[in-house]
């Protein structure tokens, strides 16, 4: 496969894994359909959490069904993000219960088990041909306000979710361009250490 975003990586790993790559074109024309949007979440639900808690929340704005939820959400985005996101057939906000539903005591992980919910999600997507890119670029209160996130929930990003669409469509060149270009990352030695720090993994 010749497409500039698919990982060429220097191990052999999943094909989802090489596959996934975080769009900013979605095709607005191709809705996602409810079968498969529960799809997600059931691979969303699957995930490993400290003590079971599955303190990630989810809320849906369709952009065909429900235009009030979905612009209520694109109007938290901040930056570009809302030039782009407004294609996208969906906009999903992740909130996270940062404390434990038996004594409301600080979860410490919460985050971390929210990241591994939607790490789940977003390779079930990528398995299904769908696509998602993710934002922090976002205004948590206007998002919670938008969302009615009650107060132990605190918003954490906002995904986009669709179909990869043609980047000659979107308005940014800049954007534009991040669409062609390969994937990058740090080398396995920089962020893989044997027994002590910095101590190269062989
Ligand atoms: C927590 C998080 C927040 C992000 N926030 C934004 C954002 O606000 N706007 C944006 O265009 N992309 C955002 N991204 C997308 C990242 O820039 C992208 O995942 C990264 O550059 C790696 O590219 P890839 O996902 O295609 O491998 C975010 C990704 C994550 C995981």
């Not at 529960?38 to 400290?50: D, I, K």
């Not at 992980?109 to 999600?121: E, K, P, S």
């Amino acid at each position: 496969m010749s497409h500039p975003k698919i990982a060429r990586p220097d191990h052999e790993i999943l094909d989802v894994i090489r596959e996934r790559w975080s769009p900013r074109a979605f095709d607005p024309s191709r809705p996602v359909a409810r079968a498969d949007l529960l799809r997600l979440f059931e691979a969303a639900r699957w995930a490993p959490s400290s003590a079971n808690e599955q303190p990630w929340r989810f809320v849906v704005a369709d952009r065909r069904e429900s235009p009030e939820s979905f612009d209520a959400l694109l109007g938290s985005l901040e930056g570009r993000n809302p030039v782009w996101a407004a294609q996208a057939p969906l906009l999903v906000l992740i909130a996270v219960r940062l404390t434990l539903e038996r004594n409301d005591a600080v979860n410490a992980h919460a985050w971390y088990d929210a990241g591994q919910a939607v790490a789940f999600l977003t390779l079930q997507a990528t398995s299904m041909g769908l696509s998602i890119r993710q934002m922090e670029g976002f205004d948590a209160a206007r998002a919670r306000a938008a969302c009615r996130v009650p107060a132990p929930f605190q918003p954490g990003v906002v995904m986009a979710i669709g179909y990869a669409g043609d980047p000659a469509l979107l308005e940014h060149e800049r954007h534009r361009d991040a669409e062609r270009q390969p994937r990058s990352r740090r080398a396995i030695a920089e962020f893989v250490f044997q027994g002590v720090w910095d101590a190269p993994l062989r």
